[in-house]
């Protein structure tokens, strides 16, 4: 049935890359776009698991009929509150149940979540949100003891485009703020969007190279694709209990196999407030947890955790695979789960923009141990080349780029970028450097880009550099990697100072924090020097700044 209001586009189709259509009618031949919706896959799911449970948080406990009758009951009020077909929304939600009833109520209504994670501030924010041009807001009251009102009301009044902030939790008494328990109404049918399978149906995040995170628009086809097949990899079914550890707007746990996965096969999701060994193994133990994901070093957490006794007497027995991805999890560590924590290993790598590799249950110990897996579909092209883009040979280290039924073409909004980022003909520019195993399987052996990965934490360089050269004593500044048994890897800010009035390390970092930057991205170390190393056309060399150990005038 049409519904009653204009049919819209949901995104003007000059704001991204959508498929060439021959490339759009080969994956639709092959299976694998099949025109499913966000909209009518809970529809369906609801129909055929009515009654079992979907989402386990605490008391809080819905079956998949009640999911599908909250989705309707927000998407009506959310579209009396004004949020209509093509609006985009940021969603700045950590793990509470209220996620999963928000985002199918904006897919109900054909409007766009835009993801943000819930570590983000008011600077991440107000990129996304001025973007994407969103008109609303969702966010919680508070997180822990930071104040979410406050910096929501502040984002408003920064983004014209934005009418609405609402809140999940007591929206207190700061002005203009509704409360999503406010909004629940009576279904009302005629709200109801039918997008077309081929639109943008959200968007997720881009680590960030280059400038700012860009926006990556995901469409209910292509997505939906993944999401069945992943679940299918990893032998998703009704019996699946899942934990989301991580924070489950990010893609992985979104979508690999992810809450969606689960949705798909009829399992539960038990979204967990935090990923600590002492929150995670407790629901584990209670809720019977057969799967869930995280980055390496909550996995080694987990595992210290168990070994070192704080957690050792928890019934994991349950826990069938541990997925971790993100980042690099070093072999020695991988070697580790299945003897401390009784269950099988799954290595995934992934990005949002679409590439996901996951190893295979029936692969032998040693190659899941040792590489990153292999990608979902036949139909996922993979290159490996060198730094003019031809091949090397094979199993040696070089870029890899993709293309495949669920990659995206390009950014939102940065044809510019676009241009960089990914090849003539279509390849998306990982800025990973893999090398293929004789198994088939790919192994992440480094990176290209100007990124850090801080425990699965993405951290784009210049998008530091640029907060710190905002500082009126910093003349230029450069964000390299240390290596950290933990996280893999520590950002270490250099920093050149201008003539006149020395800052101290603790007010540069104050500066940033006061910038209203995700705590993540704040350097773990900062050192001043005199002058950065250069290459030999005159560059900052990353490489030889990296190399530094010992720094002149150093304040660390
Ligand atoms: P993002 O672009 O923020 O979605 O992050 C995706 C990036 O995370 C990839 O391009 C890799 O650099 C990194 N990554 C994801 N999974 C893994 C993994 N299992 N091993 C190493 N790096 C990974
Ligand atoms: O790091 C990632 O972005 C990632 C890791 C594993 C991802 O997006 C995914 C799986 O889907």
Redesign the pocket.
């Given at each position: 049935m049409t519904p009653a209001h204009d049919r819209r586009r949901t995104i003007d189709p000059a704001d991204w890359t959508p498929w060439p259509q021959e490339l759009a009618d080969a994956y639709r031949e092959a299976g694998y776009w099949t025109g499913e919706t966000f909209p009518a896959f809970l529809r369906e799911r609801a129909a055929r698991f009515a009654d079992r449970t979907a989402v386990a948080a605490g008391r809080t406990r819905w079956t998949y009929a009640e999911l599908d009758r909250r989705a309707d009951a927000l998407a009506t009020g959310l579209a009396r509150l004004g949020v209509a077909e093509g609006d985009r929304v940021v969603l700045h939600l950590p793990n509470v149940p209220e996620v999963f009833e928000v985002v199918f109520a904006l897919f109900r209504l054909g409007a766009l979540p835009v993801y943000a994670l819930p570590a983000h501030r008011r600077s991440e924010l107000l990129h996304l949100a001025g973007t994407a041009e969103a008109v609303a807001l969702i966010t919680t009251d508070t997180q822990g003891s930071f104040d979410c009102r406050a910096m929501a009301a502040q984002v408003r009044e920064q983004v014209p485009a934005l009418e609405h902030v609402v809140i999940v939790g007591d929206p207190g008494d700061t002005d203009g703020l509704t409360a999503l328990a406010d909004l629940r109404a009576e279904p009302d049918p005629t709200v109801l969007a039918e997008p077309d399978p081929g639109d943008v149906a959200f968007f997720?995040?881009?680590?960030g190279t280059t400038g700012l995170p860009k926006l990556i628009p995901r469409t209910h086809d292509e997505y939906l694709y993944s999401v069945r097949a992943s679940a299918d990899i990893c032998g998703l079914d009704p019996d699946t209990v899942y934990l989301g550890a991580l924070p489950v707007t990010h893609?992985f746990p979104m979508s690999s196999p992810g809450f969606l996965g689960v949705f798909h096969a009829g399992g539960v999701v038990v979204p967990a407030p935090d990923p600590s060994p002492a929150t995670c193994l407790d629901l584990i133990e209670r809720e019977r947890v057969t799967v869930t994901a995280v980055v390496p070093p909550v996995a080694m957490l987990w595992m210290d955790a168990v070994e070192r006794g704080s957690q050792a007497d928890r019934d994991l027995s349950s826990l069938r695979v541990l997925q971790?991805?993100?980042?690099?999890?070093p072999a020695q560590a991988a070697r580790r789960v299945t003897p401390v924590l009784g269950c099988a290993l799954q290595?995934?790598?992934?990005?949002?923009?679409g590439l996901v590799n996951y190893t295979r249950y029936d692969d032998p110990d040693e190659v899941v141990t040792t590489t990153?897996g292999r990608p979902i579909s036949a139909h996922d092209e993979i290159l490996v080349v060198d730094d003019v883009d031809r091949p090397v040979p094979e199993g040696d280290p070089g870029h890899l780029l993709t293309r495949g039924p669920y990659t995206i073409r390009g950014y939102y909004k940065a044809h510019d970028h676009d241009k960089s980022a990914f090849t003539a003909d279509g390849f998306y520019r990982?800025?990973?450097i893999v090398r293929r195993h004789p198994s088939g399987n790919l192994v992440?052996s480094g990176?290209a880009?100007d990124?850090i990965?801080r425990g699965?934490e993405?951290i784009g360089a210049e998008e530091v550099e640029n907060h710190l050269l905002a500082h009126p004593a910093v003349h230029d500044a450069s964000i390299v990697a240390v290596p950290d048994p933990y996280l893999g890897e520590r950002t270490h800010a250099y920093v050149i100072t201008r003539d006149g009035p020395q800052p101290t390390r603790s007010e540069v970092l104050a500066f940033l924090r006061g910038r209203g930057l995700a705590a993540y991205k704040i350097p773990d170390r900062v050192s001043f020097v005199d002058a950065f190393p250069a290459t030999a056309v005159g560059k900052t060399s990353k490489r030889d700044l990296r190399a530094t150990r010992t720094t002149s005038g150093t304040d660390e």
């Open positions: 997720q995040l881009s680590g893609n971790v991805g993100g980042a690099t999890f290595q995934v790598f992934g990005m949002a923009e990153q990982t800025g990973d992440v990176r880009k990124q990965n699965g993405k």
